[in-house]
């Protein structure tokens, strides 16, 4: 069965730094790993999806990366922002449905 | 385009009621959908998945007296809780998945569910 841990719980950063979130997962035989953004109350915004086939895959300021063999990826954030402040969710895909990390919860402090 | 939909986005009720849930998919046909709860402050756990025109099979755990889907059209699945109880309020998200759609889940907004 597939799990998904995300590391660390909470950040916690001054505005500007860069920062990397922590995914991993215990089954290598997945279709794609995605990322999702999570405001309180709200619902999710997909941020990069990474096809199994694919290294890492780049939006803006985002940067995603996959290493199937070791069951890692990481979320690489530049120049963060007060509004990136938020939790940030990765899921993996594979014969189940999405399997969700607990998230990582950022604040990005002005 | 693969925008989901779901109604209401808020809803409160009182114990012992039902309350319906819908998850639309507005741009493609939908052959599976995903429904996950969200209790504040942790991740999304996945209750049950329905594919069109069949019975949902549920996670274990989950009480499929309790939490009806149905999923009778490739557009539109619908999750009803019964006899709701305070224990019930939660965040309830859809997801859904399309033939031809590179394995990709597309979230709906979500619905938060309050009973009182």
């Known amino acids: 069965k597939q799990e998904v841990t995300q590391i660390p719980a909470a950040l916690s950063v001054p505005e500007g730094e860069n920062l990397v979130l922590n995914c991993s997962f215990t089954d290598s035989a997945i279709y794609n790993l995605q990322w999702f953004r999570q405001d309180p109350g709200k619902g999710l915004t997909s941020l990069l999806l990474i096809q199994s086939s694919q290294r890492e895959q780049t939006s803006g300021r985002l940067n995603a990366s996959l290493d199937k063999s070791s069951g890692r990826s990481t979320l690489y954030i530049a120049a963060s922002q007060p509004g990136d402040s938020a939790t940030y969710l990765c899921?993996?895909?594979?014969?189940?449905?999405?399997?969700f990390g607990k998230g990582t919860r950022l604040s990005v402090i002005a | 385009g693969a925008v989901v939909s779901q109604h209401p986005s808020w809803v409160i009720c009182k114990s012992g009621t039902s309350v319906k849930i819908e998850c639309r998919s507005l741009d493609f046909q939908a052959t599976t959908m995903f429904w996950y709860r969200q209790f504040p402050k942790q991740s999304l756990m996945l209750m049950a998945t329905s594919n069109e025109g069949s019975k949902a099979t549920y996670e274990q755990g989950v009480e499929k007296d309790k939490f009806l889907i149905n999923h009778a059209s490739l557009t539109l699945s619908t999750l009803t809780v019964t006899s709701a109880h305070p224990e019930d309020s939660s965040f309830y998200i859809c997801?859904?998945?399309?033939?031809?759609?590179?394995?990709?889940?597309?979230f709906g907004p979500g619905t938060r569910l309050t009973v009182t």
């Open positions: 899921a993996a895909s594979g014969n189940t449905p999405l399997v």
């Open positions: 997801s859904a998945k399309g033939l031809g759609l590179t394995y990709e889940q597309y």
